[in-house]
């Protein structure tokens, strides 16, 4: 077994626990001055302070005096899709509000032509450059939804896709069922039939090949409804995906209401989240996945993330990698945003996009925190402390990312392809 002694930490970071931290809970976190951290084949050994243990064999990685955090834990992406959306920009600049766009035929009704157009080969190259970039900015687990190909054989194209590339590449991704993102072109005048459509075929289908763990919806204005949303995620829960949902993100229609309701793990956006919804979500241990990044980008309000957490909600922080509202992938400014606009502590956003995050998409057991037994995920940074991490906008502060007991040193980009990120 490989055995990896990663010593001379100056500051190691660390949420702990198997399931989401809240209320007051979200901000404490362990630091350790002077720390070790000793991997074994894939997971982690030990954690300490002061002089290491003697680890006869090891190989030895100095850290420099850097700053140690776990990976990242990107919990809210659409990684899968093709073509991209730089044209509705202008638009935005003028106005024109998001369900003008979807209701002329653009937004994800326009990446939907793309994806379908795209064979699946090609959807997983241009993920894989998505994925290259994650990683660089210090992400090592990624949840990707499908929701572009709104058509049995096309969601089925983009869930196939994300497990090829989760078989391929270091950064583990988790997939979700987002068949209910919109209604298709073709359904337009025949709701009734895509929503029989999504409960006897889709759902049954992803179901039995396994491609999916969770199952979404975007509950919203011209979209889903909140009882729709209910048939579609009780449907999902009953062939054993687990139910998430897009929430409240442009009005409050009972989307964060319902995900107490049914149980989901999480619900994501809730930038116009009521306080009906925040006590059913505190309730239910639903986790809270807040998107910064894509209020910034949408000139929108941003989530009550303050009263989530004094509600008892767990929060996490996620990209919400897409083509149109946030085509952003650097976890790193989300972390900036979660102290600038949610008015978060330092502490409370490391816990968001980390071990909270792990929380979301299932794997706060084996990742989210530096603890003996879960996988050696852990990334070193460029800053002497959090403050700093969180205080420095704009900068990659990636010195190392270790991935599964793997160290993979960023220094920058080098030229095209990845071998300058997997290789290493």
């Known amino acids: ?68 955090t776990p990976g990242l834990v990107d919990a809210h992406t659409h990684l899968i899709f093709g073509g991209w959306r730089q044209n509705e920009l202008a638009l935005k600049l003028h106005g024109v509000p998001y369900l003008d766009i979807l209701a002329q035929g653009g937004g994800i009704l326009s990446t939907v032509q793309a994806t379908r157009a795209a064979s699946q080969q090609q959807l997983e190259e241009k993920a894989a450059r998505a994925l290259d970039e994650m990683f660089s900015f210090g992400t090592t687990t990624c949840e990707a939804k499908s929701g572009y190909g709104l058509s049995t054989q096309e969601e089925c194209k983009q869930l196939r896709a994300i497990r090829a590339l989760d078989e391929r590449y270091p950064v583990d991704l988790v997939s979700t069922f987002l068949g209910a993102h919109a209604l298709p072109q073709e359904y337009r005048d025949r709701r009734g039939e895509y929503l029989r459509l999504l409960c006897e075929e889709m759902i049954p289908a992803v179901a039995a090949e396994g491609l999916a763990e969770f199952c979404d919806v975007f509950c919203e204005t011209g979209v889903f409804t909140a009882e729709e949303s209910r048939e579609i995620l009780l449907c999902g829960r009953r062939h054993g995906l687990r139910p998430k949902i897009h929430a409240d993100e442009i009005d409050p229609i009972g989307g ?169």
């Open 1 to 68: 077994m490989d055995r990896l002694l990663i010593h001379n930490i100056g500051q190691l970071v660390t949420p702990l626990g198997r399931s989401a931290r809240r209320g007051q809970e979200q901000g404490k976190l362990q630091k350790l001055q002077h720390a070790w951290v000793l991997l074994e084949g894939e997971c982690i050994a030990q954690v300490g302070e002061g002089d290491p243990p003697p680890a006869p064999g090891a190989a030895r990685l100095d850290a420099g005096g850097r700053l140690a």
């Open 256 to 424: 964060s209401q319902l995900a107490g309701e049914v149980g989901a793990i999480s619900a994501e956006h809730l930038i116009v989240c009521p306080p009906q919804g925040i006590s059913s979500m505190a309730r239910a241990g639903t986790v809270a996945c807040l998107l910064p990044a894509t209020s910034f980008y949408l000139g929108a309000s941003f989530a009550p993330a303050r009263q989530m957490i004094d509600a008892g909600v767990p929060v996490a922080m996620a990209t919400d990698f897409n083509p149109g509202s946030c085509p952003c992938l650097n976890l790193q400014l989300v972390m900036n945003l979660g102290c600038l606009k949610y008015r978060l502590t330092p502490e409370e956003v490391l816990t968001a996009v980390t071990l909270n995050g792990a929380a979301a998409i299932g794997r706060a057991q084996t990742v989210g925190s530096l603890e003996p037994g879960k996988l050696g995920d852990l990334v070193l940074w460029e800053a002497a402390d959090l403050e700093y991490l969180c205080y420095r906008l704009g900068s990659n502060l990636v010195h190392t990312v270790i991935k599964r007991g793997r160290p993979h040193m960023y220094g920058g980009p080098k030229g095209p392809g990845r071998e300058n990120v997997w290789q290493n």
